[in-house]
């Protein structure tokens, strides 16, 4: 399709091009920022809208359709002219909801050039790349493709169309100082999504947000070996038209460490699916708890069997950082909970999950064989069962007896000694594993959990399951993709100490579970500047603003205790609650605050 004329009056028309090393590159929290947006932008923007980002043959293969004809294309002249100079420039769609057109850059073409490359960084900006990791040149190379694209674009287009290009985070940001610098006719907004040298500094150095004003940012950044990232970061926070953050929670950590107080907040959404009939998602939660069910009869049944009505499911995810993520907050506020619990004589059991990636050798061999022992014991009973129903059927039609037959008599002796053997075999006297997989070596999570006896002793109400990888569909243990393994949990926990925004208590309430979060999250301190009554909707917040480690864990404990208490019909009631709101973290909604940036940015760069 051809984007639209310009209007009768010559009016330039408005182009928006997003940047950002994760587009069509799944690595962490921003592929689910960008992708999810798509659509909404998509609908405001429609051809006027295009991405870029690195090319990987892999990813590429699976989330990129080729364009071959790029004459309907504004950007058609410009890719030829790089593709002249013998780079290697992909132009297509993006296979996700939205379909928007993509530019792909492939890198390595550029990459014999990338010592030249950072020597021009030091001569022009002063930016130090000795000895940097891999991933910092492969950024360079890639910054260079963009920097050449959007300059030539500039002189091609400038006139007749108004561009406004939206860098996310430093790896997509090496461009800005010399686009700045050469005066190109190009609008730039830069967006950091998390400080490269908070999220060094909040889980190293204790009381992170108290001291922030006192950190000298060179001197920090030399310590961490991330100079290069850190000044990459803060020039592009400086020389961009438009500077934004996720939060105000890390607009502080830009003052201080950016030296860039930014210009605008602009929240993260997601897509929200809402259900034409209330219940709907309630049914959804039943059917995916079943599942859940079925793994933890499988991994504690053999030892230890309780109550399944009678049981709950916490889980906390995220990116392994032990302190930042709060997963130490987390298991101290468990070991409290379950003392509580015993205490107070609650007849409730909590397993709660930590789903989290870290290395290992495999899934544990023990771990699998009970699940595969507990199958044949459903299998086996689905055969007596289907025995026992034909021959219940014959006596019953047969007999002038109206007793019920005493049932034992209709299993074959064959029957009876393969279950009585085969659980035999599965029961045991052993504690179930913490860990559903063979660590490479014991971590944060395990240590703590050592520490604080929460091994699954018998007499312990809290229960832990800690999974070291994603949840996906062709996970052998749950059978279940993420999103489907949130529906079926009760509520998700994530008091995090550094945490820019935080998309999964977000992710939560897409799927109407209550969740906990804390005030040091950017999504946190969102929902307490929008919502007076959150905790009416199913959203608890920690204080870790203002109270030290232990007063935290005790309220989290307190608030999973409060919860533990719930009746079931007030459960269903504050999911109902959390689902309704979900609304209001639609892109629909939060696109609002990207479309005046944009428009700044365009404002700021007119003469």
Not at 3 to 31: D, F, M, R, S
Not at 67 to 74: C, P, T
Not at 217 to 222: D, G, H, I, Y
Not at 564 to 570: A, D, H, I, N
Request: hydrophobic share 35%.
């Amino acid at each position: 399709m051809e984007i639209q004329n310009p209007t009768k009056n010559n009016q330039k028309q408005k182009i928006l091009i997003e940047i950002a090393w994760e587009t069509c590159n799944q690595v962490g929290g921003i592929y689910t920022v960008i992708r999810t947006k798509v659509p909404s932008m998509v609908e405001k923007w429609g051809n006027n809208y295009f991405l870029i980002g690195p090319y990987f043959p892999q990813t590429a293969s699976a989330e990129f359709e080729p364009i071959h004809d790029l004459d309907d294309s504004v950007l058609g002249k410009t890719i030829q002219k790089l593709r002249s100079m013998g780079l290697g420039v992909h132009y297509g769609y993006w296979l996700v909801t939205g379909k928007p057109r993509i530019v792909l850059f492939d890198f390595w073409s550029l990459y014999d050039k990338v010592n030249e490359l950072k020597a021009g960084l030091w001569e022009r900006h002063k930016i130090s790349t000795l000895n940097v990791e891999e991933i910092v040149n492969q950024t360079i190379a890639f910054g260079e493709m963009i920097r050449l694209f959007l300059t030539e674009l500039g002189k091609d287009q400038g006139g007749k169309n108004d561009f406004v290009a939206h860098f996310h985070e430093w790896m997509a940001a090496t461009a800005i100082p010399d686009l700045k610098q050469d005066g190109v006719k190009i609008s730039t907004v830069f967006t950091t999504h998390a400080t490269m040298l908070g999220r060094y500094l909040a889980g190293n150095v204790p009381d992170f947000y108290d001291k922030l004003h006192t950190f000298n940012w060179q001197n920090e950044a030399r310590h961490y070996g991330i100079e290069a990232q850190v000044t990459i970061e803060r020039l592009a926070a400086q020389l961009s038209n438009v500077m934004t953050t996720v939060s105000d929670v890390t607009a502080r950590e830009c003052e201080f460490l950016l030296g860039k107080v930014p210009d605008l907040i602009l929240p993260n959404g997601l897509n929200i699916t809402r259900f034409s009939a209330m219940h709907e998602h309630q049914n959804l939660h039943s059917r995916y708890k079943e599942q859940i069910n079925e793994f933890v009869m499988g991994h504690f049944f053999q030892s230890q069997p309780f109550n399944l009505d009678k049981t709950l499911y916490f889980f906390t995810s995220g990116r392994y950082e032990f302190s930042n993520k709060g997963y130490d907050l987390t298991l101290e506020a468990l070991s409290r909970l379950n003392a509580k619990m015993k205490d107070a004589k609650i007849d409730k059991t909590v397993v709660m999950f930590f789903i989290t990636k870290q290395p290992y050798h495999s899934i544990d061999p023990a771990v699998l064989h009970s699940r595969a022992v507990m199958d044949e014991i459903r299998q086996t009973c689905k055969s007596i069962e289907e025995q026992v129903g034909e021959k219940l059927f014959h006596a019953s039609a047969s007999t002038t007896d109206l007793q019920l037959p005493d049932l034992n008599n209709f299993v074959d002796e064959y029957w009876r000694l393969r279950l009585r053997r085969t659980i035999q075999t599965w029961k045991t006297n052993q504690r179930p594993k913490v860990v559903t997989h063979l660590l490479k070596q014991d971590d944060g999570i395990m240590d703590y959990v050592k520490k604080a006896n929460l091994m699954n002793n018998p007499d312990d109400r809290v229960k832990i399951v800690y999974h070291p990888d994603f949840v996906v569909s062709t996970n052998p243990l749950f059978g279940l993709d993420y999103g489907q393994f949130v529906r079926g949990c009760n509520l998700g926990v994530f008091p995090s100490y550094y945490e820019p925004w935080g998309y999964t208590p977000l992710e939560c309430i897409a799927r109407g579970v209550p969740t906990i979060t804390s005030d040091l999250s950017g999504f946190g301190d969102y929902m307490m500047q929008i919502m007076r009554d959150y905790e009416q909707w199913g959203v608890s917040v920690v204080n870790r603003k203002t109270q030290n480690f232990h007063q935290a864990a005790e309220q989290l404990s307190d608030m999973l205790l409060k919860f533990v208490k719930q009746t079931q019909r007030e459960r269903i009631t504050q999911r109902n609650r959390v689902e309704s709101i979900s609304d209001t973290f639609d892109w629909s909604n939060l696109r609002a605050y990207y479309d005046t940036s944009h428009d700044l940015a365009l404002k700021r760069r007119k003469p």
